[in-house]
């Protein structure tokens, strides 16, 4: 069992570059892919952002490339996601993932609110 709580959300202006994070329970972090999804208001959940557990392959929606930096640290048990240049529409809640993919095991956190501001 993992359990995943962001944190780092907030009213942010545009062009803002805040930093999200989402610390994993359980001694297995390092086995699992993490990452990020969001959903705007009205709008269905969205892929952000992944890393592989190793930390060495990354991948990025193409809405976000150029600005958003996923990152981990397997000695913190803690995923980052890094937003550069936000804009209005990046307004959502974001939420952190855990995917093994040996096990087909998959876990979410309550999702952490990010309001930009024009």
């Known amino acids: 069992q993992v359990q995943l709580v962001e944190s780092g959300g907030g009213l942010v202006q545009a062009g803002g570059s805040p930093r999200l994070s989402c610390a994993a329970s359980?001694?297995?972090?390092?086995?699992?892919?993490m990452g990020w999804y969001r959903q705007a208001p009205g709008k269905e959940r969205e892929f952000v952002a992944v890393?592989?557990?190793?930390?060495?392959?990354?991948y990025y929606a193409d809405s976000v490339k150029g600005r958003f930096t996923i990152s981990r640290d397997n000695a913190k048990n803690t995923v980052y996601l890094q937003m550069n240049s936000l804009k209005p529409e990046d307004t959502a809640i974001y939420y952190c993932?855990?995917?093994?993919?040996?096990?087909?095991?998959?876990?979410w956190g309550k999702g952490t609110l990010v309001t930009v501001s024009s």
């Open positions: 890393i592989s557990w190793s930390g060495g392959s990354t």
């Open positions: 993932n855990a995917e093994q993919l040996v096990s087909g095991m998959d876990y």
């Open positions: 359980g001694p297995t972090f390092s086995s699992y892919d």
